[in-house]
């Protein structure tokens, strides 16, 4: 006989973790599958912030940035080690495009939505601008500080699995899901792990397979409605040198699209890009000219600071297709269910910072199918597990 759960979960990034997490915390035999390993997707090639997302201002997403900072709340609460405050720092220049005024407004608002959490704002004076780890002075015409986030994107999504499985989830690694098909009151699902095919059956089944989302969807019987959607790029490059503990937001000088620069395990964290990207989820990769881009960026705002690239990476967002250049899409995400009682939802885009408002979205839909049971925790006070 084959075993049976309430819930699979299908991938183990930071949503798959996330669902596993609060479906173990309200009692439900949860089994995450996961073909690789542990954030070996999208949630290990982040910019590992945990934060509101300060340009999301200027397409008027409003609610997604005061949930994300809602959500930011909550982590720097429930795993301080993992989440660390950080002074961000945004230098305006003669050539660049955002003014003094529009910066000053946009810190406001964020202030405004963050509830005056994690410090306010303020504009440095001319004299403290030495200060600011050799930061390109010409033409420099004033600096905004401003508080927000930083993590280990992977250390977060390993922590959060550690709590589901502390609650009971059965996590399994190195096994791919290969096909699901409805039956009766849910799905039998097949994964292979080292050759061997394994069948389980659940009453609900989530896709959290982030980019690979759309390919989970079509090993499903009978075909669920899919989401038509783009993969967009983005990279990374890391090189030598040090920041000290400070974070940079900076216009890039080709195109004016915010970049950031930050301190990473004592090197120079620079992205991210944005590129439609059509192929193997699995196989991308950071391009040259990805590359050049950010080098030209970190060399314009910190001379002194080496550009030969340490570590590149590449990871994909998943956005739904709307109208507009990709800068200006939508990062909410969306949940995509099979029927009005789901039994199937799959997961398309989303933040790291709002994995947990997420899964806690998933669950209150899947609350409609599943049995009722006593939550054991709230995800909102547990105190993540550090290794
Ligand atoms: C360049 C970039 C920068 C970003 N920066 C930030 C940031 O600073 N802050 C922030 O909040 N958000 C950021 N994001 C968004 C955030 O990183 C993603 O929303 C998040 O990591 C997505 O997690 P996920 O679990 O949905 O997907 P993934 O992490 O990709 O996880 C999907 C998992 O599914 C597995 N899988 C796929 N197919 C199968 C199968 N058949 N069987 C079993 N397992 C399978 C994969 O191996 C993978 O581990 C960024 C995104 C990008 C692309």
């Given at each position: ?50 934060h509101g997302g300060l340009r999301y201002l200027e397409?008027?997403?409003i609610?997604?940035v005061r949930?994300?900072l ?17 002074d961000f720092f945004i230098p305006l220049?003669?050539?660049s495009?955002r003014t003094a005024g529009h910066v000053h407004a946009g810190l406001w608002l964020y202030r405004l939505l963050a509830g005056g959490s994690v410090g306010g704002f303020e504009r440095i ?17 004033a600096v905004f500080r401003y508080g927000d ?98 974070c940079y937001y ?8 915010g ?129």
């Amino acid at each position: 006989m084959s075993a049976s759960y309430d819930v699979v979960v299908i991938g183990g990034g930071i949503q798959g973790a996330g669902v596993a997490q609060a479906a173990a915390v309200r009692g439900y035999r949860t089994l995450l599958l996961e073909q690789q390993t542990l954030a070996a997707g999208t949630s290990s090639r982040s910019t590992k912030l945990v934060h509101g997302g300060l340009r999301y201002l200027e397409s008027g997403r409003i609610r997604l940035v005061r949930e994300s900072l809602r959500e930011r709340e909550i982590l720097l609460r429930i795993a301080p080690e993992l989440v660390v405050r950080q002074d961000f720092f945004i230098p305006l220049y003669a050539s660049s495009r955002r003014t003094a005024g529009h910066v000053h407004a946009g810190l406001w608002l964020y202030r405004l939505l963050a509830g005056g959490s994690v410090g306010g704002f303020e504009r440095i004076p001319a004299r403290e601008w030495e200060r600011l780890d050799g930061l390109e002075t010409a033409g420099l015409k004033a600096v905004f500080r401003y508080g927000d986030a930083q993590t280990d994107d992977v250390a977060l999504t390993h922590a959060v699995a550690r709590s589901a499985a502390e609650f009971g989830a059965e996590i399994r690694v190195g096994t791919r899901f290969v096909g699901a098909e409805r039956v009766g009151e849910g799905y039998e699902v097949r994964s292979v792990r080292e050759g061997v095919v394994a069948t389980c059956e659940t009453r609900a089944l989530v896709n959290a397979t982030g980019p690979w989302a759309a390919q989970t969807l079509s090993r499903v019987l009978p075909g669920p409605p899919r989401l038509p959607h783009d993969l967009v790029a983005g990279t990374h490059i890391i090189t030598e040198g040090a920041l000290g503990k400070s974070c940079y937001y900076v216009e890039a000088p080709s195109d004016h699209r915010g970049v950031f620069i930050l301190p990473w395990r004592g090197r120079v964290l620079t992205g991210t890009t944005e590129r439609l990207y059509v192929g193997d989820p699995g196989l991308v990769a950071p391009t040259p000219e990805e590359i050049t881009y950010l080098q030209v960026t970190l060399a314009a705002y910190f001379p002194g600071l080496s550009t030969v690239v340490a570590e590149s990476f590449a990871g994909l967002r998943v956005l739904p297709k709307s109208q507009g250049d990709l800068n200006g899409r939508s990062r909410e995400v969306v949940l995509l269910a099979d029927a009005p009682r789901p039994r199937l939802i799959s997961i398309f885009g989303g933040k790291l910072t709002g994995y947990r408002r997420t899964a806690e979205q998933v669950m209150e839909r899947l609350g409609l199918v599943l049995p009722a049971r006593v939550p054991r925790a709230d995800t909102s006070r547990l105190r993540l597990p550090m290794g």
